[in-house]
C-alpha cells in the first residue's frame, strides 16, 4: 500500500512532463501556421480549416495539409496546389522541430527561401517546386543533416550551388533542375554524398567541368546535367559508377571522346546530344545499354562506331553529326539478333545503297535516314518492317518506282519520301487493287504524307480523302494533273497541305464542311482558274495561303480578313485578280507577308496601313511565330532582293509588302512608314503619284525598297539615309528631282540604274549637281545645312561688330570725329 502511494503521484508527474510540453508545441505550431496564414493572399478557401475556433483542441493536426506524429508533433506539411499566394517569410521554420516533410509544390509563392528553413534539424524530405520562389540556396541548408530528399526544381533560383550542400551526407535523391539562374561551377564538394543515387542539375546555367569527384558517389544510378553550359571531358571517373544506369549530358559544352567502360554494366541509357563529342567507345559488357542519344556532335566516321557488343540496344540516334561512311557496311556490324526500334541518322554524308538486310531489323518503329547522300532504289525488303511507324528517306539521291512495299500499312503513320527522284503514279503507293479501290486504301492512320519533289504522275486519287487521320499532305514539284476532288476539302484532321508546282487545272472544288482544318494551304504555279476559292472563307485557322502563279480572276474578297483572322502570310501573286484592294484587308492584324504584284489590280491603295499590326515589330532571329509541328515544310516563292527565292523555315524572319505590276493610283499610302518591322517594300510598276514619304527613314530594316517606274515627284527624303540595313534600292523611271541624299549605307548602292531616267536628279553616283542649283537639296546630308547657318550667323554677327567697333572708336577719338566730319563736307562741297 505504502509502495502503491509512492508510484502513483510518479507516473502522473512523468504524464504531465509529458502532456504539458506537447501541448505547449502544438500551441505554438498552430500559431506559427496561423501566423503564415494571415500573411498569404487568397488562402482562406484553402486553409478554412486553419482555425483554433474550428477545433476543440489547440492541436492543428486536423488541418488540411497537416500530418501529425501519434504525440501530436507536427510531422508533415504537404501544401500541394493549394492556390495561395505569398512568401515564406512569416512561417517561423523553429515551431517545427519534429518535422520530418515539407512539400510546397504548384502554388503562387515568390521571394527567397529564409535562412530559417535550417532549423528543421528533423527533416528528411523537403520539396519545393513549381512557384516563384527566387534568391540563393540558403547556406543553412547544410544544417539539414537527415535529408534524405531535396527537391528545389521549377523555381527562380539564383546564384551558386552551395559547398554546404555536401554536409547532407545522408541524401539520397537531389533535384535542383529548371532554375535558369542557377549559375556557377558544380562544387566538388558534391562528391561527399555517396548515398546518393539521383542527381538532377538540368536545365540551369551551370559552367565548368563536371568535378572528378562526382566518382565518389558509388550509390549513383542516374546523372542528369542536362541543358546546361558545362565544358571539358566526361570525367575518367565515371567508370568507378557501377551502378549508374543513366546517364543524361544533352545541351551543353561537352567534348572528347567518351568511353563505356566494363565497370559500366548497368548502364542502360546514355544522352548526349548536342554537344562537341568527337566520338564514343563501347567495352566489351554492355549488354544493357538500350538507348544511345547522341545527335548534334562532332563524330566523323561511321565506321568508328562500333556497337557490336550492345546487344540490347533499342534506340539509336545519330543524327546531324557529318558522320561519312557506307552504310551498308556499319549496318553489318550490328549485333545479329539486335532488337532495334528506333534508327536515326538523318542530316549526315552517308553514302552506299540501302541494304535489303535492313528488312531483317523487324522491330523497328522509327527510321529516319533522310538528308544523306544514299543512292539506288528503294529495297522491297523494307516492306517486311511491319511494325514501322515512321519511315523518313528523303533528300537522297534516290531513284528507281514508288516503292509498292509500303501499301496497306496502316501503322506507317507518316511517310517522308521528299527529294527522292521517284517515279510512278500516286495509286501505286496507296492501292493494291486498282480495279477495287474502294476498300482497299493504305493510309487509314497516317498523320503525314510527304512526297514532293520527284516525278510522280498522274492524278489525285479519290482514296485519298479517306484517310481521316491525315494532317499533314505535301505532294508539291511533281507532275500531277487534272481536277482535285472534292472531298480533299473534307479531310477532318488535314492541317497543312501543298499540292504546289504541279498541273492542277480547273476551279478549286467546294467544301461541304461548315469548318476546314487547314493552317497552311500551297496551291501555287498551277492552272487553277475561276474565282477567288470560296471554300478557303471556311478556314479560320489559316496562318499561311499561297494562291500565287495561277489563272484565278475577278475581285479579292472583302471576306478575307474577316474570315481569316490568323492570317500572316499571304500570298496572290501572278494571276488576273482585278479591281480595287478592298479595305478590309487591313484589317490583318497578324500578316507579315503581303504578296499582290503582277495581278491587274487598279484603283487607289487603301487608305491607312497602321493597321497592320503584325509588321509594326522585327521578328527576331531564332523565335517562330508558326505554331505547327509541319512549320519546316513550309515553302513560298518570293521575289526578293531583284531574284526569286524559295523560303522556307526562313519566311518567319522575312516581313514585307510587294504589290508591284498593277495600275495602283494616287499617292504614297498613309501609314506604310509605321511598319517598322518591314523587310522589304515593293511599290514598282504602278502609276503612285506625290511624293516619297519624308518619314520612310522610319523603316529601319529594311533591306530592299523598289519604288521604280511609277509618278513619284519632289526630291528624295533625306531620312533615306538612316536605312542603314539598306542593301537592294530603285527608283528609277519616275519625276524626282534634287540632290541623292549621302550617307555611308547610300555610299555602297554605287550603281546608276538605279536611279535612272529621273531627269532633275543629281549626286553620286549621277553626275555632279550645278553650284547654282536652288534645290533645297545642294546639300548631302543634314551637316551641310547646319554648316551654312553657323556660317551666315558668323557674317551677320562680324558686321554687326564691326560696325559698333567703328563707332565707338569714332565716340572715344575726337581728332577721328572731327576728321571724318571734315571729309564728309568736302565730298558734299564738290556735288
Same mark, same amino acid.
Given at each position: 500500500?505504502?509502495?502503491?502511494?509512492?508510484?502513483?503521484?510518479?507516473c502522473?508527474?512523468?504524464?504531465?512532463?509529458?502532456?504539458?510540453?506537447?501541448?505547449a508545441?502544438?500551441?505554438?505550431?498552430?500559431?506559427a501556421?496561423?501566423?503564415?496564414k494571415?500573411?498569404?493572399?487568397?488562402?482562406?478557401?484553402?486553409?478554412?480549416?486553419?482555425?483554433?475556433?474550428?477545433?476543440?483542441?489547440?492541436?492543428?493536426?486536423?488541418?488540411?495539409?497537416?500530418?501529425c506524429?501519434?504525440?501530436?508533433?507536427?510531422?508533415?506539411?504537404?501544401?500541394?496546389?493549394?492556390?495561395?499566394?505569398?512568401?515564406?517569410?512569416?512561417?517561423?521554420?523553429s515551431?517545427?522541430?519534429?518535422?520530418?516533410?515539407l512539400?510546397?509544390?504548384?502554388n503562387?509563392?515568390?521571394?527567397?527561401?529564409?535562412?530559417?528553413?535550417?532549423n528543421?534539424?528533423?527533416?528528411?524530405s523537403?520539396?519545393?517546386?513549381?512557384?516563384?520562389?527566387?534568391?540563393?540556396?540558403?547556406?543553412?541548408?547544410?544544417?539539414?543533416?537527415?535529408?534524405?530528399?531535396?527537391?528545389?526544381?521549377?523555381?527562380?533560383?539564383?546564384?551558386?550551388?552551395?559547398?554546404?550542400?555536401?554536409n547532407?551526407?545522408?541524401?539520397?535523391?537531389?533535384?535542383l533542375?529548371?532554375?535558369?539562374?542557377?549559375?556557377?561551377?558544380i562544387?566538388?564538394?558534391?562528391?561527399?554524398?555517396?548515398? /546518393?543515387?539521383? &542527381?538532377? =542539375?538540368?536545365? *540551369? @546555367?551551370? %559552367? #565548368?567541368?563536371i568535378?572528378?569527384?562526382?566518382? +565518389? !558517389? $558509388?550509390?549513383?544510378?542516374?546523372?542528369d546535367?542536362?541543358?546546361?553550359?558545362?565544358q571539358?571531358?566526361?570525367?575518367?571517373?565515371?567508370?568507378?559508377?557501377?551502378k549508374?544506369?543513366?546517364?543524361?549530358?544533352s545541351?551543353?559544352?561537352?567534348?572528347?571522346?567518351?568511353?563505356?567502360?566494363g565497370?559500366?554494366?548497368?548502364?542502360?541509357?546514355?544522352?548526349?546530344?548536342?554537344?562537341?563529342?568527337?566520338?564514343i567507345?563501347?567495352g566489351?559488357i554492355?549488354?544493357?545499354l538500350?538507348?544511345?542519344?547522341?545527335?548534334?556532335?562532332?563524330?566523323?566516321?561511321?565506321?568508328?562506331?562500333?556497337?557490336?557488343?550492345?546487344?540490347?540496344?533499342q534506340?539509336?540516334?545519330?543524327?546531324?553529326?557529318?558522320?561519312?561512311?557506307?552504310?551498308?557496311?556499319?549496318?553489318?556490324?550490328?549485333?545479329?539478333?539486335?532488337? /532495334?526500334?528506333? &534508327?536515326? =541518322?538523318?542530316? *549526315? @554524308?552517308? %553514302? #552506299?545503297?540501302?541494304p535489303?538486310?535492313?528488312g +531483317? !531489323? $523487324?522491330?523497328?518503329?522509327?527510321?529516319?535516314?533522310?538528308h544523306?547522300?544514299?543512292t539506288?532504289?528503294?529495297?522491297?525488303?523494307?516492306?517486311?518492317l511491319?511494325?514501322?511507324?515512321?519511315?523518313?528517306?528523303s533528300?537522297?539521291?534516290?531513284?528507281?518506282?514508288?516503292?509498292?512495299?509500303?501499301?496497306?500499312?496502316?501503322?506507317?503513320?507518316s511517310?517522308?519520301?521528299?527529294?527522292?527522284?521517284?517515279?510512278g503514279?500516286?495509286h501505286?503507293?496507296?492501292f493494291?487493287?486498282?480495279?477495287?479501290f474502294?476498300?482497299?486504301?493504305?493510309f487509314?492512320?497516317?498523320?503525314?504524307l510527304?512526297?514532293?519533289?520527284?516525278?510522280?504522275?498522274?492524278?489525285?486519287?479519290?482514296?485519298?480523302?479517306?484517310?481521316?487521320?491525315?494532317?499533314?499532305l505535301d505532294?508539291?514539284?511533281?507532275?500531277?494533273?487534272?481536277?482535285l476532288?472534292?472531298?480533299l476539302?473534307?479531310?477532318?484532321?488535314?492541317?497543312?497541305?501543298?499540292?504546289?508546282?504541279?498541273?492542277?487545272s480547273?476551279?478549286?472544288?467546294?467544301?461541304?464542311?461548315?469548318?476546314?482544318?487547314?493552317?497552311?494551304?500551297?496551291?501555287?504555279?498551277?492552272?487553277?482558274?475561276g474565282?477567288?476559292?470560296?471554300?478557303?472563307?471556311?478556314?479560320?485557322?489559316?496562318?499561311?495561303?499561297?494562291?500565287?502563279?495561277?489563272?484565278?480572276?475577278?475581285?479579292?474578297?472583302?471576306?478575307?480578313?474577316?474570315?481569316?483572322?490568323?492570317?500572316?502570310y499571304?500570298?496572290?501573286?501572278?494571276?488576273?485578280?482585278?479591281?480595287?484592294?478592298?479595305?478590309?484587308?487591313?484589317?490583318?492584324?497578324?500578316?507579315?507577308?503581303?504578296?499582290?504584284?503582277?495581278?491587274?489590280?487598279?484603283?487607289?491603295m487603301?487608305?491607312?496601313?497602321?493597321?497592320?499590326?503584325?509588321?509594326?515589330?522585327?521578328?527576331?532571329?531564332?523565335t517562330?511565330?508558326?505554331?505547327?509541328?509541319?512549320?519546316?515544310?513550309?515553302?513560298?516563292?518570293?521575289?526578293?532582293?531583284?531574284?526569286?527565292?524559295?523560303?522556307?523555315?526562313?519566311i518567319?524572319?522575312?516581313?514585307?509588302?510587294?504589290l508591284?505590276?498593277?495600275s495602283?493610283?494616287?499617292?504614297f499610302?498613309?501609314?506604310?512608314t509605321?511598319?517598322?518591322?518591314?523587310?522589304?517594300?515593293?511599290f514598282?510598276r504602278n502609276?503612285?503619284?506625290?511624293?516619297?514619304?519624308?518619314?520612310?527613314g522610319n523603316?529601319?530594316?529594311?533591306?530592299?525598297?523598289?519604288?521604280?517606274?511609277?509618278?513619284?515627284?519632289?526630291?528624295?527624303p533625306?531620312?533615306?539615309?538612316?536605312?542603314?540595313?539598306?542593301?537592294?534600292?530603285?527608283?528609277?523611271?519616275?519625276?524626282?528631282?534634287?540632290?541623292?541624299?549621302?550617307?555611308?549605307?547610300?555610299q555602297?548602292?554605287?550603281?546608276?540604274s538605279i536611279?535612272?531616267?529621273?531627269?532633275?536628279?543629281?549626286?553620286?553616283?549621277?553626275?555632279?549637281?550645278?553650284?547654282?542649283?536652288?534645290s533645297?537639296?545642294?546639300?548631302?546630308n543634314?551637316?551641310?545645312?547646319?554648316?551654312?547657318?553657323w556660317?551666315?550667323?558668323?557674317?551677320v554677327?562680324?558686321?554687326?561688330?564691326?560696325?559698333?567697333?567703328?563707332?565707338?572708336?569714332?565716340?572715344?577719338?575726337?581728332?577721328?570725329?572731327?576728321?571724318?566730319?571734315?571729309?564728309?563736307?568736302?565730298i558734299?562741297?564738290r556735288?
Open positions: 500500500m505504502h509502495l502503491h502511494s509512492l508510484l502513483l503521484p510518479s502522473i508527474a512523468v504524464l504531465v512532463g509529458a502532456v504539458i510540453p506537447a501541448i508545441g502544438g500551441q505554438r505550431e498552430a500559431d501556421l496561423l501566423k503564415w494571415a500573411s498569404l493572399t487568397d488562402a482562406d478557401a484553402s486553409l478554412s480549416s486553419w482555425s483554433l475556433e474550428a477545433n476543440s483542441t489547440t492541436s492543428p493536426c486536423n488541418w488540411a495539409f497537416v500530418g506524429s501519434s504525440t501530436g508533433d507536427i510531422t508533415a506539411l504537404n501544401i500541394t496546389n493549394a492556390r495561395i499566394k505569398g512568401t515564406l517569410a512569416g512561417l517561423d521554420f515551431a517545427f522541430p519534429r518535422l520530418e516533410d512539400v510546397l509544390g504548384q503562387d509563392l515568390y521571394g527567397t527561401i529564409p535562412e530559417g528553413i535550417g528543421l534539424t528533423s527533416l528528411t523537403l520539396q519545393m517546386y513549381g512557384q516563384r520562389l527566387s534568391g540563393p540556396i540558403p547556406r543553412s541548408i547544410g544544417q539539414l543533416k537527415q535529408l534524405e530528399n531535396l527537391l528545389l526544381a521549377y523555381l527562380e533560383l539564383s546564384g551558386t550551388i552551395p559547398v554546404e550542400i555536401g547532407l551526407t545522408s541524401l539520397q535523391d537531389l533535384h533542375a529548371g532554375n535558369g539562374g542557377l549559375a556557377g561551377l562544387p566538388p564538394a558534391i562528391g561527399k554524398l555517396e548515398k /546518393l543515387s539521383w &542527381l538532377d =542539375l538540368s536545365f *540551369n @546555367n551551370l %559552367t #565548368g567541368s568535378p572528378s569527384e562526382i566518382g +565518389n !558517389m $558509388t550509390e549513383l544510378e542516374m546523372m546535367l542536362e541543358s546546361n553550359c558545362l571539358g571531358e566526361l570525367p575518367g571517373t565515371l567508370s568507378r559508377l557501377q549508374l544506369g543513366d546517364i543524361g549530358v545541351d551543353n559544352q561537352l567534348g572528347g571522346r567518351i568511353t563505356i567502360t565497370n559500366n554494366s548497368n548502364l542502360g541509357s546514355l544522352a548526349i546530344a548536342s554537344n562537341y563529342f568527337s566520338g567507345s563501347v566489351p554492355c549488354t544493357v538500350t538507348t544511345i542519344i547522341a545527335n548534334n556532335n562532332r563524330f566523323a566516321s561511321l565506321q568508328d562506331l562500333n556497337f557490336q557488343n550492345c546487344t540490347s540496344l534506340s539509336l540516334d545519330l543524327a546531324r553529326n557529318g558522320i561519312h561512311g557506307d552504310f551498308n557496311k556499319w549496318l553489318g556490324t550490328l549485333p545479329k539478333k539486335l532488337r /532495334l526500334t528506333h &534508327l536515326e =541518322l538523318d542530316e *549526315n @554524308n552517308i %553514302t #552506299g545503297g540501302i535489303p538486310v535492313l +531483317n !531489323m $523487324t522491330s523497328l518503329w522509327f527510321l529516319n535516314l533522310g544523306n547522300q544514299l539506288g532504289a528503294i529495297p522491297p525488303e523494307l516492306g517486311k511491319y511494325q514501322l511507324i515512321s519511315l523518313n528517306l533528300y537522297n539521291q534516290l531513284s528507281g518506282p514508288l516503292p509498292l512495299a509500303f501499301r496497306n500499312r496502316s501503322r506507317l503513320v511517310l517522308d519520301l521528299s527529294s527522292c527522284s521517284l517515279t503514279q500516286l501505286d503507293l496507296l493494291t487493287d486498282q480495279s477495287d474502294s476498300s482497299n486504301y493504305s487509314p492512320g497516317n498523320m503525314m510527304a512526297l514532293s519533289s520527284n516525278h510522280i504522275s498522274g492524278t489525285i486519287p479519290k482514296l485519298l480523302c479517306n484517310a481521316n487521320y491525315l494532317i499533314m505532294l508539291s514539284n511533281n507532275a500531277l494533273h487534272g481536277d476532288p472534292n472531298c476539302w473534307d479531310l477532318p484532321s488535314l492541317q497543312f497541305m501543298d499540292l504546289s508546282n504541279n498541273s492542277f480547273g476551279a478549286v472544288p467546294f467544301s461541304r464542311s461548315s469548318k476546314i482544318t487547314l493552317q497552311s494551304l500551297h496551291l501555287a504555279n498551277n492552272h487553277f482558274e474565282n477567288f476559292p470560296s471554300s478557303i472563307r471556311k478556314c479560320d485557322k489559316l496562318i499561311t495561303l499561297d494562291l500565287g502563279g495561277n489563272n484565278f480572276t475577278g475581285e479579292l474578297p472583302s471576306w478575307i480578313s474577316k474570315s481569316l483572322p490568323q492570317l500572316r499571304l500570298r496572290l501573286s501572278s494571276n488576273m485578280f482585278h479591281g480595287v484592294i478592298p479595305e478590309t484587308i487591313l484589317q490583318f492584324q497578324q500578316l507579315r507577308l503581303l504578296d499582290l504584284s503582277h495581278n491587274k489590280l487598279s484603283g487607289p487603301p487608305v491607312d496601313f497602321a493597321n497592320f499590326t503584325g509588321m509594326k515589330q522585327e521578328q527576331a532571329n531564332g517562330t511565330i508558326y505554331d505547327s509541328e509541319y512549320f519546316g515544310f513550309e515553302q513560298i516563292q518570293l521575289v526578293w532582293k531583284n531574284g526569286d527565292h524559295d523560303y522556307s523555315r526562313t518567319a524572319f522575312i516581313t514585307g509588302i510587294d508591284s505590276c498593277n495602283l493610283s494616287q499617292t499610302p498613309e501609314g506604310i509605321t511598319l517598322h518591322g518591314l523587310k522589304y517594300l515593293n514598282s502609276q503612285f503619284s506625290g511624293g516619297i514619304p519624308k518619314d520612310i523603316l529601319a530594316f529594311i533591306e530592299s525598297l523598289d519604288l521604280s517606274w511609277n509618278q513619284l515627284e519632289g526630291e528624295i533625306l531620312s533615306v539615309a538612316d536605312l542603314k540595313y539598306l542593301s537592294t534600292l530603285n527608283l528609277s523611271n519616275n519625276d524626282l528631282s534634287g540632290r541623292i541624299p549621302g550617307g555611308s549605307q547610300l555602297t548602292l554605287d550603281d546608276p536611279y535612272s531616267n529621273n531627269p532633275g536628279l543629281c549626286g553620286f553616283p549621277l553626275k555632279e549637281c550645278a553650284n547654282a542649283s536652288g533645297t537639296h545642294n546639300r548631302t543634314p551637316n551641310d545645312d547646319r554648316e551654312v547657318l556660317l551666315s550667323c558668323f557674317v554677327a562680324g558686321a554687326i561688330f564691326g560696325f559698333w567697333l567703328s563707332w565707338g572708336v569714332l565716340f572715344c577719338k575726337e581728332t577721328w570725329r572731327y576728321a571724318l566730319y571734315r571729309y564728309v563736307d568736302n558734299l562741297e556735288l
